[in-house]
């Protein structure tokens, strides 16, 4: 997608601050952090949302689970727990229609429900 921020950015068209890449998906810190650590993991492959995913990129979404955990490590992060969300369409948040998964740690998180 030419107009996709984020296909820019894993394509290296659009600057941002990596923290991983290789050739399935891209990772960088996001501009607007909501906690210390806030690294957004991107596939390269311009796929809208979780709602457009198809079979074969069930091997994909593990690999974007594997970057997640590195990266947590990479962090410090992974010993005192981190979260991982995705948002999907409109009403369940998503603002950049490029399926994406943020990781966000380094502080305590509240719990989602309340």
Do not use: W
Not at 33 to 52: C, D, F, M, Y
Request: include cysteine; proline fraction near 4%; charged fraction near 25%.
């Amino acid at each position: 997608m030419s107009d996709c921020i984020f296909c820019k950015i894993a394509s290296n068209e659009m600057k941002a601050e990596l923290v991983y890449q290789d050739e399935r998906v891209t990772a960088f810190r996001d501009i607007h952090p909501a906690a210390p650590t806030h690294i957004l993991i991107v596939p390269n492959k311009h796929i809208e949302a979780v709602s457009r995913l198809e079979v074969e990129d069930e091997a994909l979404m593990g690999h974007i689970f594997t970057v997640a955990r590195k990266i947590a490590q990479d962090e410090e992060i992974e010993k005192d727990g981190y979260r991982l969300i995705t948002n999907t369409g409109v009403n369940g948040g998503q603002t950049v229609f490029h399926l994406h998964v943020h990781l966000l740690g380094g502080q305590m998180m509240k719990h989602p429900m309340g």
